[in-house]
């Protein structure tokens, strides 16, 4: 059996879309057809099933967010401005209407991963990136001045992550896009004092 060919970056990222939207559970088949243009069998050839398009799907994810979480940090001047700009980022998602916008990571977090221990790895996995990204950028803003107190970076990216996991849990039921820019402003003056 020959493999199919198709552009698995586009294929990966039209299938993130699908499942932001409807959820892994709500995504059938069919919707996967429609947003990656595959066939089912072409699917199944190329990532087993289902749960394997998903975390192929987390992977690319986390590797656009990253470049992208890189990208946001590099265009300011300060890691404290930087660590702004990311958090301005986060607002204008919890308040989009757009279901495209959604944290693909935390939708598979609240709906999959407790019953899937390798949907579960994928997903740890990303969070300690993340925490360490965030790690080496309070490490930044102490060597600019900007922290205030005696905790460790590692404590603060924790509360950070935790912090924009809230933020975007809130952001479901307040649609109010001035309550969720003053929690995300009060989130950044936690974080650093």
Known sequence: MRSAEFDR?????AAMNAFMENGYNKTSMQDLKRAT????????CAFE???????AALEQY???????????FTQQHSA????NAYLNSIVAECISDDPTQACLSQKAINEIAQQDDEAQQV??????????FMCDVFVEIAQEGGLKGER??????????VGIYGLRTYSQAQKD??????IAKQLLIDVCR
Do not use: F
């Not at 404290?80 to 660590?83: E, F, H, P, S, V």
């Not at 460790?152 to 992550?161: D, V």
């Open 62 to 72: 986390n590797q656009d967010r990253t470049a992208e979480l890189k990208s946001i």
């Open 123 to 132: 997903l740890s996995n990303q969070c300690r990136l993340w925490q360490r």
């Open 49 to 55: 099933n289902k749960k394997g398009l998903l975390l």
């Open 177 to 182: 896009p001035h309550v969720i820019a003053s």
């Open 37 to 44: 243009g595959l066939h089912p069998g072409s699917i199944y």
């Open 80 to 83: 404290q401005c930087g660590l």
């Open 9 to 13: 970056e586009r294929v990966l990222r």
């Open 152 to 161: 460790k970076p590692e404590q603060r990216a924790q509360s950070l992550i």
